[in-house]
């Protein structure tokens, strides 16, 4: 008995034919790739195209963050000095009122019967109790004038400060030195 193997021999190379033994020859056509090398090319292009423009996109919509900005330091061979760093720092102010003249404001600070003083900025006037650095302590001096028939709020702000007005604002803050305050907020 003679066994009949599989013909892998022929010529053309667009079929595969298999032959059992004792059967017609049978042809099977390959398959083609489905996908052209064209068309990789454009869907990986397509993908490039996309993100670059989602990356645009995410990166203008994101504010930039800027950094807080200190003064080059002085270098020299026998004394090295380094300039201020100014940062932001928060500031909880009781307001009593905002002014658009100088005179209203002043009038309103003797007139209310509490401690207060006057800050200017952009051509108004605000009228303030105190300034804090903790909410905690600006809610309850604010607390405290409510009790007494004083309308005040508490207006958190942001100052832009160096190491040693931060610290002169602390001191101040601390023991409530109105003048000290107006000093170091006022432009």
Do not use: C
Not at 166 to 180: I, N, V, Y
Request: aromatic content about 4%.
């Amino acid at each position: 008995m003679r066994v009949h193997e599989p013909d892998w021999t022929r010529q053309n190379s667009d079929v595969l034919v298999w032959r059992l033994p004792d059967e017609e020859e049978t042809v099977i056509p390959k398959k083609k790739p489905t996908l052209k090398a064209a068309a990789g090319l454009l869907i990986i292009i397509s993908a490039l195209l996309t993100g670059s423009v989602f990356g645009l996109l995410m990166m203008s919509a994101v504010p930039e963050q800027t950094e807080t900005k200190a003064a080059p330091a002085v270098n020299s061979s026998t004394e090295q000095t380094a300039a201020p760093v100014e940062k932001t720092v928060p500031l909880f102010v009781i307001q009593g009122g905002l002014f658009s003249t100088e005179e209203a404001a002043a009038k309103a600070v003797s007139s209310s019967g509490e401690p207060a003083a006057v800050i200017s900025s952009e051509n108004q006037y605000s009228m303030i109790y105190g300034a804090f650095l903790t909410k905690t302590e600006a809610d309850e001096a604010e607390q405290s004038l409510e009790s007494r028939g004083t309308a005040a709020y508490v207006k958190e702000t942001k100052v832009l400060l160096s190491s040693e007005e931060e610290e002169t604002l602390k001191k101040a803050a601390d023991s409530q030195q109105l003048d000290k305050i107006v000093s170091i907020l006022s432009p």
